[in-house]
Each structure stands twice: as C-alpha cells, then as structure tokens.
Antibody, heavy 115, light 106 residues
C-alpha cells in the first residue's frame, strides 16, 4: 500500500526555519517525482515545489522561491522541504504528493508561523 | 504564471447534475485534473487528462474540455459528494490550482 507520511510541522516565529519530511513506502520512491502542496487555514490548495526522481529538475512557486529548498534522499525513501525566512502567510497544512499526477497524497503536517 | 478560475460555490439537490467549470488560457494546450477534498482530509484525484477517471472513482464523475474551459460533471449528485473541488493544470515550471468550488448537495 502506498503511504506518504509528513512530519516536522509546528509553531515557529516569523523569520525562523523549519524542515519538513515526507516518508514514503509501498512503492519504488526513486522512480517517482514528488511535490509539496500547501493549504492555508480555510483557503484553497497552493502548489509549492516539485522535484524530479533524480533531483535533476526542481521548480518552486514564486511565493517561496529563494526561501524554501526541496530535496530528497532516495536511499532513505524521504522527501524534504527546508523552509527559511518564514512569514505569517506561510502558515498552512503542508502535503507531499507523488509525481505529476498528484494521485497519492499524505495527510499533511501543520506549520504555524506566529510570534 | 497563469490562473485558473472556478466559481466559488455550486448548489444542487440530491439526484441532480452538478457542473463545475474551470477556465484559463493554459487549458487550451494542457490537460486539467480535478480533486475532491472533504473537511479535514487530503485531496483525492477524481479526473485526470480532462476526462479520464481513476480506478475507484464512481462513474457519476466525468470531465470534459472545450477551448479554455474544462468542466467537472457529477451526474446524480449524492449527499456524500458534498465537498470542495479544485481544478489543476501544469505547464513547464508552472503548476497551479484553481481557487476551489464548494459543492453543496441538499
């Protein structure tokens, strides 16, 4: 069974940093591209970042470019999102989602940016 | 970047047909997907490549495309279909969701 489990969320002050993780199981992680998608409280979905299976291609939404870094460790079946210079508007549930189809999603981890 | 525009809400009675539209210039050259999201849950893919239905999705869900507009149709909507629906498309390094449509079935 395909499983994606996010972790690392929590409360952080504006300007702070946080690293999210997504543990994958039930499929050959190294064969699939991955995405991060977020959803602010009571708001819609927002695509955040994409990484190809080999990490050779990476994309970011303009709203996070220069502050967030996506990475992966295929040996550990894990996806990461390093978030720096966090702002109140980054408060959201962050989901990892598999490949360009976005057919498989984790349950999300909540990031709250507040003083 | 580009935008996808959806109505904020659609309301139907049980058994009626619900239609949710999504408009954007990119849809004339790229496929759309549709996601269903119920409160407190992760999104679920219900339509891909404009009109293809993943396994496990009921046949009452269908999709169509015309020019710069795609439409999600729920034929004979049921109470359990009440949810938020999002269209999505990707072009080059731009990937975007529509603003979402709240479907009410009552």
């Amino acid at each position: 069974e395909v499983q994606l489990v996010e972790s690392g969320g929590g409360l952080v002050q504006p300007g702070g940093s946080l690293r999210l993780s997504c543990a994958a199981s039930g499929f050959t992680f190294s064969s699939y591209s991955m995405n991060w998608v977020r959803q602010a409280p009571g708001k819609g979905l927002e695509w955040v970042s994409y990484i190809s299976s080999s990490s050779s291609t990476i994309y970011y939404a303009d709203s996070v470019k220069g502050r967030f870094t996506i990475s992966r460790d295929n040996a550990k079946n894990s996806l990461y999102l390093q978030m720096n210079s966090l702002r109140a508007e980054d408060t959201a549930v962050y989901y990892c989602a598999r490949d360009s189809t976005l057919k498989r999603w984790g349950q999300g981890t909540l990031v709250t940016v507040s003083s | 970047s580009y935008e996808l525009t959806q109505p904020s809400s659609v309301s139907v009675s049980p058994g009626q047909t619900a239609r949710i539209t999504c408009s954007g210039d990119v849809l004339a050259k790229k496929y759309a997907r549709w996601f269903q999201q119920k409160p407190g849950q992760a999104p679920v893919l219900v339509i891909y490549k404009d009109s293809e239905r993943p396994s496990g999705i009921p046949e009452r869900f269908s999709g169509s495309s015309s020019g710069t507009t795609v439409t999600l149709t729920i034929s004979g909507a049921q109470v359990e279909d009440e949810a938020d629906y999002y269209c999505y498309s990707a072009a080059d390094n731009n990937q975007v969701f529509g603003g979402g449509t709240k479907l009410t079935v009552l």
